[in-house]
C-alpha cells in the first residue's frame, strides 16, 4: 500500500534526447509528488513537484506528467544534456510529512 | 549555514562498535528528518523530529538505533552495535515547517562503512 515502484532502474540517452522516467503508486491517500535530483556524492535535490488537481506541470525542460485514474506519473526532460546526468527519485505523500520514495533511476545522458 | 550539514562525511568502523552521525540543519527549519539510502534503493525513512513534538521513530530499524535532536537545532543518529547491514549512506534533511508538500533539504550525507 504505502509503495512507489519506479522505472526503469537505469536510462541512458543521447544529448538532446528526451528522457522518460515512470513510477506507479498504489496508495490513493497520497496527493503530492515530487520529484528529486541526486548528484553523486550529493545529497538529493527537489526537482519539480505536482499535485493530482493538475495533469501536467512544466518547468523549464522539466515536465511532470499525472494519471491519477492510472495512480502513475512520469518525469519528461526535454533536450537532455549531459549535466542531467544524475540519479532521480520519484516520491508521494499524503496527509502527514513522510515521503515515500522510488528506488531511484540512474540516467546517462551521452554527449 | 548555507544548507545542511552532516559530520562525518565517511566512516569506517568496526563490527560492534558504537557509531553517532551529525546532522546540523538550516538554520530556522523546525523540521528534521533522517535517510538511510542503501546501494540500489531509494530512501528509506528512520525517524522525524517536528519542534518539541516527540519524534516519529517508526523507521528505525532496530534498538540499535536512536536519535535525538538537541534544542530543535542539531540531531545525532546513534547506531549502537554496528553490524555489516548498517553500512549505507545516512542522510539528513530539513524543512522550514512539518509536512509532506515541504521542500526538503538534504545534506550530503555520512557514508558509513561497518567492516
Known amino acids: 500500500q504505502q509503495q512507489v515502484k519506479q522505472s526503469p532502474q537505469s536510462l541512458i540517452v543521447q544529448k538532446g534526447g528526451i528522457s522518460i522516467i515512470n513510477c506507479a503508486y498504489e496508495?490513493?491517500?497520497?496527493?503530492?509528488f515530487p520529484w528529486y535530483q541526486q548528484f553523486p556524492g550529493k545529497g538529493p535535490a527537489l526537482l519539480i513537484a505536482?499535485?493530482?488537481?493538475?495533469s501536467e506541470k512544466k518547468e523549464g525542460r522539466f515536465t511532470i506528467s499525472f494519471n491519477k485514474s492510472a495512480k502513475q506519473f512520469s518525469l519528461h526532460i526535454m533536450d537532455s544534456q549531459p549535466g542531467d546526468s544524475a540519479t532521480y527519485f520519484c516520491a508521494a505523500g499524503g496527509s502527514n510529512y513522510k515521503l515515500t520514495f522510488g528506488k531511484g533511476t540512474l540516467l546517462t545522458v551521452n554527449p | 549555514g548555507a544548507g545542511v550539514s552532516q559530520s562525518p562525511s565517511n566512516k569506517v568502523t568496526e563490527k560492534g562498535k558504537d557509531v553517532e552521525l551529525r546532522c546540523d540543519p538550516i538554520?530556522?527549519?523546525?523540521?528534521l528528518y533522517w535517510y538511510r539510502q542503501s546501494l540500489g534503493q531509494g530512501l528509506e525513512f528512520l525517524i522525524y523530529?517536528?519542534?518539541?513534538?516527540?519524534?516519529?521513530k517508526s523507521g528505525l530499524p532496530s534498538d540499535r538505533f536512536s536519535a535525538e535532536r538537541t534544542g530543535g537545532s542539531v540531531s545525532t543518529l546513534t547506531i549502537q552495535r554496528t553490524q555489516q547491514e548498517d553500512s549505507a549512506v545516512y542522510l539528513c534533511a530539513s524543512s522550514l515547517v512539518g509536512g509532506v508538500n515541504q521542500p526538503q533539504h538534504f545534506g550530503d550525507g555520512t557514508r558509513l562503512s561497518i567492516l
Open positions: 496508495n490513493t491517500a497520497f496527493d503530492y
Open positions: 538554520s530556522g527549519h523546525t523540521a
Open positions: 505536482i499535485r493530482p488537481d493538475v
Open positions: 523530529f517536528q519542534g518539541n513534538s516527540a519524534p516519529d
